[in-house]
């Protein structure tokens, strides 16, 4: 797929402050935001296949990228982290939400290739600023730093709402806790999502 871009990208890239891009935006337009997916909706600025990676980006551009439930239809997903973090400046930040792999929904969306659990975005990050379970970092050289990571349960429901609501602040209070609850009980009271927020590290 070719890349189109309708806006003057270097000139927002020099001029906006912070430079923030929405990778997959889908329908929502943010003001003073570079806008990107596959679908050449009207507010889209670049229309791309992110499969292909971010070559449209210089290197250390961007301040903030924002993701939200895109990753998750990514097939080449290794690439598209590179490339997340060879676009951010040093101390730029990626802001990603993305399904959980107990989220029942999850399997209804016949695009969806890929799902997530609390280590995946840890595959990424030094074994000794990992969770109490480590995981192989040796996989990949791309590097990140988390800078917080959250559980989130939702509900379409009123009820499970609410007590899903408390439920996430107990969980989310330590990471202890996180990580008892993917073993044990994710099953029973599924995840919704991951809000991940990282940045390249500096190690
Ligand atoms: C579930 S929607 C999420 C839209 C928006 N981020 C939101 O939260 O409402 C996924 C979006 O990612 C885009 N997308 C999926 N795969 C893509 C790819 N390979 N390259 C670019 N955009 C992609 C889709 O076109 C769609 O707009």
Same mark, same amino acid.
């Given at each position: 797929m070719e890349t189109?871009?309708?806006?003057?990208l270097e000139q927002l890239i020099n001029s906006l402050d912070p430079v923030v891009v929405e990778l997959g935006c889908g329908k929502k337009k943010r003001q003073g935001v570079i806008t990107v997916d596959?679908?050449?909706?009207?507010?889209?600025?670049?229309?791309?296949?992110?499969?292909? *990676?971010? *070559?449209?980006?210089?290197?250390?551009?961007?301040?903030?990228?924002?993701?939200?439930?895109?990753?998750?239809?990514? #097939?080449?997903? #290794? +690439?598209?982290?590179?490339?997340?973090?060879?676009?951010?400046?040093?101390?730029?930040?990626? +802001?990603?939400?993305?399904?959980?792999?107990? +989220?029942?929904?999850?399997?209804?969306?016949?695009?969806h290739r890929r799902f997530f659990g609390l280590y995946t975005f840890y595959y990424f990050v030094e074994t000794h600023k990992q969770l109490k379970r480590k995981v192989p970092n040796f996989y990949t050289d791309i590097r990140i730093e988390i800078l917080s990571l959250k559980l989130v349960f939702r509900s379409p429901f009123w009820i499970s709402r609410r007590l899903k609501k408390i439920f996430g602040v107990l969980i989310n209070s330590h990471r202890c806790l996180m990580e008892f609850y993917e073993q044990h009980l994710c099953y029973i009271f599924p995840c919704h999502g991951i809000e991940v927020v990282f940045m390249p590290s500096r190690e």
């Open positions: 189109s871009i309708k806006i003057d596959r679908v050449d909706l009207s507010n889209i600025d670049i229309v791309t296949d992110m499969e292909e *990676g971010l *070559g449209f980006l210089p290197d250390s551009s961007v301040d903030q990228i924002h993701c939200r439930s895109v990753l998750e239809h990514i #097939e080449n997903f #290794e +690439n598209l982290m590179r490339e997340i973090t060879r676009v951010l400046k040093k101390d730029g930040k990626a +802001n990603i939400f993305v399904p959980h792999f107990s +989220n029942p929904y999850y399997y209804s969306d016949y695009t």
